[in-house]
T-cell receptor, first 112, second 120 residues
């Protein structure tokens, strides 16, 4: 059974810092991995999708990497801004599954 | 245009009542999902439908019954609501990887804004 963990659970940084969020999964037989952002009281916004055949994806100040063999993905946020404050969730889609398994999220606060 | 829309956004009801949450997607996806986000913000799959057929039914009480009249809609009906049903329910959709033509790998999932259900 696929299990997804995220470290750290919470992170507080001053504005302008570069930061890395970590996601680990137990079963490397994944189809893809998706990073989401959730603002308080809001829905999930898709940030990046990495297919199992890819090693990284970039969108603006965000870069997500994937290492299937070690069961890890990282989300790199460059030059963080207060508007980046949110909970970041990673979700793994397995090869055999029809759903996404979510991690518990990392709550990020970027201080002005 | 909203890709995945849920109604209502908020729902407050008494124990024992029956309620429904509606979900519609206009992305042409063939797979839709219901997720539950508990008080600890953890998201867990409840149901998955592919082309109106139930694919996944996790350990969810029989009081929860999804209904998919067509592949663009997946509604969630809940009978005899209990206090523990209070949570945020998210609908989502994506394209089934098995049905994606070779070379086209757009199986990105899109989520609705959520329905905050409070049972009192």
């Amino acid at each position: 059974k696929q299990e997804v963990t995220q470290i750290p659970a919470a992170l507080s940084v001053p504005e302008g810092e570069n930061l890395v969020l970590n996601c680990s999964f137990t079963d490397s037989a994944i189809y893809n991995l998706q990073w989401f952002r959730q603002d308080p009281g809001k829905g999930l916004t898709s940030l990046l999708l990495i297919q199992s055949s890819q090693r990284e994806q970039t969108s603006g100040r965000l870069n997500a990497s994937l290492d299937k063999s070690s069961g890890r993905s990282t989300l790199y946020i460059a030059a963080s801004q207060p508007g980046d404050s949110a909970t970041y969730l990673c979700a793994v889609r397995t090869n055999y599954g029809q759903n996404f398994v979510f991690g518990p999220g990392t709550r990020l606060s970027v201080l002005p | 245009d909203t890709a995945v829309s849920q109604t209502p956004k908020y729902l407050v009801t008494q124990m024992g009542n029956d309620k429904s949450i509606k979900c519609e997607q206009n992305l042409g996806h063939d797979t839709m999902y219901w997720y539950k986000q508990d008080s600890k913000k953890f998201l867990k799959i409840m149901f998955s439908y592919n082309n109106k057929e139930l694919i996944i039914n996790e350990t969810v009480p029989n009081r929860f019954s999804p209904k998919s009249p067509d592949k663009a809609h997946l509604n969630l009906h809940i009978n005899s609501l209990e206090l523990g049903d209070s949570a945020v329910y998210f609908c989502a959709s994506s394209q089934d990887p098995g049905l994606v033509p070779r070379g086209v790998e757009n199986t990105e999932a899109f989520f609705g804004q959520g329905t905050r259900l409070t049972v009192v």
